[in-house]
T-cell receptor
């Protein structure tokens, strides 16, 4: 079954405490893996696109990496403003659909 | 300028009523989507249109009917609303669902919170 699983469900960090979020997927015909950030009461905001295993993308304190079965979102020295839900999504050839994971809620305490 | 806009932002209505949600994008994208986000924050695709043509139609009750009058607009009409329809509905757009991965980065609207009483 095609699915996307994110872990952990929630993550509480102290400001400056680096960590990683995981997204594992089981789909055939990957056309792209996407990371989004969602703040309460708002729509998801696009962060990164990854396509090839070994690919890496960076933006400020965030770095996304991709293997054949999973992706990691590394957060270096997070700040309270990084608190949000981070969503992983996979676009694949099965009907050209995009499946979203359930998200990881990140809380960063000052 | 708002890239993807939705109206209304909040919708409170009684069971059995019919309601519509409108979406517009000014990004020049070919593909538009409707997603439902339930109380557990899980985002699930409902429909997708590419150049006004319906291309994704998930297992959604036929009380839900999307309409795309042109590439920039995608509306969602819901008949005979039920309690279980309460959720946040998001509209999104991407450049071209059939093109390469970079063309499928989706841009989301602010959402419409639907509450059925």
């Amino acid at each position: 079954e095609d699915q996307v699983t994110q872990s952990p469900e929630a993550l509480r960090l102290q400001e400056g405490e680096s960590s990683s979020l995981n997204c594992s997927y089981t789909v055939s015909g990957l056309r792209g893996l996407f990371w989004y950030r969602q703040d309460p009461g708002k729509g998801p905001e696009f962060l990164f696109t990854l396509y090839s295993a070994g690919e890496e993308k960076e933006k400020e304190r965030l770095k996304a990496t991709l293997t054949k079965k999973e992706s990691f979102l590394h957060i270096t020295a997070p700040k309270p403003e990084d608190s949000a839900t981070y969503l992983c999504a996979v676009h694949y050839t099965g009907g050209f659909k995009t499946i979203f994971g359930a998200g990881t809620r990140l809380f960063v305490k000052a | 300028d708002t890239a993807v806009s939705q109206t209304p932002k909040y919708l409170v209505t009684q069971m059995g009523n019919d309601k519509s949600i409108k979406c517009e994008q000014n990004l020049g994208h070919d593909t538009m989507y409707w997603y439902k986000q339930d109380s557990k924050k899980f985002l699930k695709i409902m429909f997708s249109y590419n150049n006004k043509e319906l291309i994704i139609n998930e297992t959604v009750p036929n009380r839900f009917s999307p309409k795309s009058p042109d590439k920039a607009h995608l509306n969602l009409h819901i008949n005979s609303l039920e309690l279980g329809d309460s959720a946040v509905y998001f509209c999104a757009s991407s450049q071209d669902i059939y093109a390469g991965h970079s063309y499928n980065e989706q841009f989301f609207g602010p959402g419409t919170r639907l509450t059925v009483l």
